[in-house]
């Protein structure tokens, strides 16, 4: 019961302390001024996000060029690699042949 | 009166297709048709491919750079197609007599030459040269090993003696000039 009684004082309406809503009108304004940016800061801050935007492509644009001439340099040398190794295989079996040709006369030679 | 402009007709479609055939034929010239090789690579232990067109073996002999080194690049200089397919197995019968006589076929047409072949101990190593008018236009090489298969294709004026000659940076027995 005490509680009850308690509870309905505590929640029970009470008028503001005079001047409490100007005071808040008062407050709010004032914060509004200071969040408020002045035209100096905004340009700065435009050239800022300019700045930052154009550094992003710059970016970009250089990865973008440095990937192609990488992926390009890659695909000569793996051409090269390709072009080298084929060579060799031809020119290896050409001495294979060549040896066995060898063999074979030397052989021959000998049987006479 | 039909009939009489039928067989013209039917004439001029079997000229033109021969025609045809025959330049098809022609335009094959020097390369080999390798792909049917292609399947081995499953049951290799080690494999090559390569497929090098004209534009390729050009970009290829113009690098600059360590490699490829000045005999490579005369060599290159000259080619306007490297093919090879070579493939080691680890036990013998991987490939079949089908294979090589599949790549020997195609060698057996007409511009084709055999410069040298090689048979002991049931290997084969065959050399044919394809000739271009009266230069050489094209290489062919087929090595079937037991354990190993190779063939070589390449287009283009070939000078034997200095494609050999690149084997000597591999410690090969360099092949003596004008044999």
């Known amino acids: ?43 700065t801050a ?9 550094a992003t492509i710059a970016i970009g644009t250089v990865s973008s060029v440095y990937y192609n001439h ?28 060549h040896e066995r040709l060898l063999r074979l006369s030397t052989q021959n030679e000998r049987m006479r | 009166m ?5 067989i013209p007709t039917v004439a001029a479609c079997v000229l033109l297709l021969s ?8 335009a094959q010239g020097a390369k080999l048709r390798l792909d049917h090789l ?11 491919n390569v497929n090098l067109d004209e534009s390729m073996v050009q970009q290829a002999s113009a690098m600059g750079g360590k490699e490829p080194d000045a005999k490579t690049q005369q060599v290159l200089q ?27 076929a195609q060698v057996k047409a007409p511009g084709w030459s055999q410069i040298v072949s090689v048979r002991e101990k049931g290997e084969l190593v065959e050399v044919y040269s394809w000739k271009d008018g009266s230069a050489s236009g094209g290489l062919a090489i087929i090595a079937a090993e037991e354990r190993e298969l190779t063939v070589v294709n390449l287009i ?6 200095q494609l050999g000659a690149l084997g000597g940076q591999l410690g090969i027995p360099l092949i003596p000039n004008g044999k």
């Open chain 1, 1 to 43: 019961m005490r509680l009850e009684e308690e509870l309905r004082r505590a929640l029970s309406r009470e008028r503001p302390p005079d001047g409490f809503a100007g005071r808040v009108a008062a407050r709010i304004a004032s914060a509004g001024q200071s969040a408020a940016m002045p035209a100096s800061r905004r340009r």
């Open chain 1, 46 to 54: 435009s050239v800022g996000w300019g700045m930052a935007m154009a």
């Open chain 1, 70 to 97: 990488r992926r390009h340099v890659a695909d000569a040398e793996r051409v090269r690699n390709d072009a080298v190794t084929g060579l060799r295989i031809a020119s290896a079996k050409l001495n294979d042949v």
């Open chain 2, 2 to 6: 039909k009939s009489r402009l039928k």
């Open chain 2, 19 to 26: 025609v045809l055939v025959a330049r098809d034929g022609y």
């Open chain 2, 38 to 48: 292609d399947r081995l690579a499953a049951k290799a232990t080690e494999a090559v």
């Open chain 2, 78 to 104: 000259g080619l306007k197609g490297v093919y090879v397919r070579s493939f080691e197995f680890s036990a013998a019968g991987a490939y079949t007599d089908e294979d090589v006589e599949a790549i020997r």
């Open chain 2, 156 to 161: 283009g004026r070939i000078n034997i003696a």
